[in-house]
């Protein structure tokens, strides 16, 4: 594994058919090409991904010629605004999409991300970049090169280094494939930016098929998360640090919460990760506390919901995801 700024050798990496984990404005992606199928097998392998849940392709602009079969007028309006930033658009799927990218689907997620970073790796390579988050499946987003290099090490042939992540949480998935459109994936668009410009969105409903970012357990930690109404932090704090028969405390407990809910506390625990009070800070800070809090050897998180405008909506579905039953 290499890891550095070096654009024309991540490009040739690509052109190779190897992995490139590179930064987005919402979290690190692992890239390869979109157009190879053996190239996107690879993506699934270090994953440990199944096959069958679809990747993003990504876009240095929206010419989506050949990467879309059929683009809605609403799509169209929305994108073209929207992009270079995050969003992910849902559409049919062109001929340059290689089957292994889309899991067999005949539909495809699209975007154009506003990180000079990866707008210069795309730029240099010239194509598609099928990227999933860079981490192993079903663990937290990483949000800094450290975090990449932690998860899937040597299983990456380049790392490119594009500092901290300025949005934090993954992008908006709006499905146009089928008729009015559907939130699949709240995230670093708001909806009501997205509402203004495409009209009312559906909500993803509970019969179609499960996408992994959309599965209950996705986005865990290995902390266990209860997330809670700021008002119910000391009663479910009170409730984890409780003792056993023996008199001493059970698990590790640490809050997450944004600073003016801590400020209501005499005393603040410790462990505790103060998060901004914007929503805007807490989506970029959310993925690395949560790493921060696992790394302290912390068995329960305590975490403060957000109010569910702008970012919030998508910081609050990542802690309730976080907090939702695990496999095993
Ligand atoms: O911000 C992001 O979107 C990041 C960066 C790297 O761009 N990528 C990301 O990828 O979050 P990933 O693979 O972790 O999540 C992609 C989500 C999955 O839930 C997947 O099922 C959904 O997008 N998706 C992709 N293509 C789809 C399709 N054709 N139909 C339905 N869902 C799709
Ligand atoms: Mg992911």
Request: proline share 9%; hydrophobic share 45%.
């Amino acid at each position: 594994m290499k890891r550095g700024t070096d654009i024309a050798a991540a490009a040739d990496v690509l052109r190779h058919g190897g992995l490139v984990a590179f930064p987005t404005e919402t979290v690190y992606g692992l890239g390869a090409d979109a157009s190879r199928e053996d190239a996107a097998a690879k993506i699934f392998a270090v994953k440990g991904r199944p096959r069958a849940h679809p990747l993003i392709v990504h876009l240095a602009a929206g010419e989506l010629d050949g990467w879309a079969a059929e683009i809605p007028e609403a799509a169209r309006r929305l994108v073209a605004v929207a992009w270079p930033g995050p969003l992910t658009v849902i559409l049919k799927r062109g001929p340059r999409v290689a089957l292994a990218t889309t899991g067999g689907a005949d539909t495809v997620g699209l975007r154009v991300p506003s990180h000079p970073m990866a707008q210069a790796l795309l730029r240099a390579f010239g194509g598609g970049v099928a990227a999933p988050s860079a981490n192993r499946f079903g663990a937290v987003s990483p949000t800094t090169a450290d975090h990449v290099v932690a998860d899937l090490g040597d299983d990456v042939d380049y790392v490119l280094d594009g500092g901290p992540c300025a949005v934090g949480v993954e992008s908006t998935i709006v499905d146009f494939s089928r008729g009015q459109p559907v939130l699949l994936r709240p995230g670093g668009m708001p909806r009501e930016a997205i509402e203004a410009i495409a009209g009312p969105l559906r909500a993803a409903d509970a019969g179609a098929p499960a996408a992994p970012g959309t599965l209950a357990s996705h986005y865990a930690p290995r902390a266990m998360v209860v997330a809670v109404e700021p008002d119910e932090l000391p009663a479910a704090y009170a409730e984890a640090t409780r003792a056993d028969e023996r008199g001493r405390p059970m698990y590790k407990v640490a809050l997450l919460a944004p600073a003016s809910v801590l400020a209501r506390w005499d005393e603040v625990p410790e462990p505790t990760y103060a998060l901004p009070d914007d929503v805007e800070g807490m989506a970029r800070e959310l993925y690395s506390a949560l790493r921060d809090l696992d790394a302290a050897g912390v068995d329960v998180v305590i975490a403060a919901l957000p109010p569910a405008a702008g970012l919030g909506e998508a910081v609050g579905d990542r802690l309730r995801r976080a907090a939702g039953p695990r496999k095993a």
